[in-house]
């Protein structure tokens, strides 16, 4: 605390800083459980014959944040790995990871792309197919890691030079390939539209997550909420820091006020007794006055310095050794005064 109570410089960061992180956190939280929420209020939709005359009882043919599980098949061509043989999918992405050695810094270089694909029942007696539409748009993508190597990195003596003065050491390359392959079991919550004869999954307009998962509903459900409950142990955890940090500041804040309040008390008390002093007896009384109490009269005599300067009461409670108040020489003897 600095003077006049107020909080020091630091202390005001610190609550600042708790506070702006609490309230980050919670907003993270609110909005995951908003998800979560969202999520489990999803309407589930079957992947079969009754799906078209569901959509077209629907307002606008439309559902707005549906649950469905197919199976991933292509509509035309489809997508081949550049590294693994008869792999193909119908989403791909590469990836180019750079490792150094200074603080851990990576590179990222990725390439993504896709050709359209339905989702279908997994019997696919039912000849019902659902578009999906802008799959690289989800916040969760079940991409299949089908390829992985890290390739290190081969340097020349100057090379080595060079990294050694810019402090900057190359340890390699990782590449990644991933794919969505055809006959993968997806999960997909979204917007569920019949736009003239085809049935489309979409982005939903709601600000709600769009999901291309390969986890089922109930899986995904569960990772939601155990995140929902991650942010929101955060939020109380910080929380409590940053109740604990206003109590303290709010506690000295206090213990200062109590110590002010104090010693106006003392300073009131004594301007009273000199007030008592000086009205009832005259400067006579003030001038013979105890000068560890004020209240009461000199009623002693120190010896050897031989100064009268306390009343028999304050002389009893000077510590040990008893010196006197005036010259600070020990006391071999009190004579008492006597005013007649």
Not at 49 to 71: F, Q, S, T
Not at 209 to 229: G, I, T
Not at 237 to 257: I, S, W
Not at 261 to 270: A, I
Request: contains cysteine.
């Amino acid at each position: 605390m600095e003077g006049g109570g107020r909080p020091s410089a630091a202390q005001a960061v610190l609550l600042a800083a708790s506070s702006a992180i609490t309230a980050l956190l919670y907003s993270i939280y609110r909005q995951k459980a908003r998800v979560a929420r969202g999520l489990e209020g999803a309407r589930k939709v079957r992947l079969d014959g009754d799906l078209r005359a569901v959509l077209l009882e629907a307002p606008g043919r439309c559902v707005p944040y549906a649950v469905i599980e197919g199976v991933v098949r292509s509509v035309k061509d489809t997508l081949s790995s550049q590294f693994v043989e008869n792999c193909k999918g119908v989403v791909q992405r590469l990836t180019l990871q750079e490792h150094k050695m200074v603080w851990n810094r990576t590179t990222h270089l990725w390439y993504n792309q896709h050709h359209p694909f339905d989702l279908v029942p997994a019997e696919d007696s039912a000849g019902v197919t659902v578009r999906v539409m802008k799959p690289l748009d989800a916040a969760e993508l079940g991409l299949e890691t089908v390829y992985e190597k890290f390739h290190p990195s081969v340097q020349s003596f100057t090379d080595v030079i060079g990294h050694y003065i810019s402090g900057e050491r190359p340890k390699g390359i990782q590449e990644t390939e991933q794919m969505l392959k055809v006959g993968t079991a997806l999960t997909g919550v979204g917007e569920l539209v019949l736009d003239n004869a085809t049935i489309k999954l979409q982005p939903p307009k709601q600000g709600m997550p769009y999901y291309l998962s390969s986890l089922d509903f109930e899986s995904l459900l569960q990772k939601q909420e155990s995140s929902v409950r991650f942010w929101k142990i955060l939020t109380v955890v910080f929380g409590f820091a940053t109740c604990a940090v206003l109590f303290f500041l709010l506690r000295k804040q206090y213990r200062h006020h109590r110590e002010r309040q104090h010693l106006r008390q003392m300073q009131e008390e004594f301007r009273q007794a000199q007030e008592r002093l000086t009205g009832t007896e005259g400067g006579e009384v003030l001038k013979n006055a105890c000068v560890v109490c004020l209240s009461s009269t000199k009623s002693c005599v120190f010896l050897e310095c031989g100064h009268v300067c306390s009343c028999h009461e304050c002389y009893q409670a000077l510590p040990k050794p008893k010196k006197c108040p005036i010259c600070r020489q020990g006391i071999t003897r009190v004579v008492p005064l006597y005013n007649s």
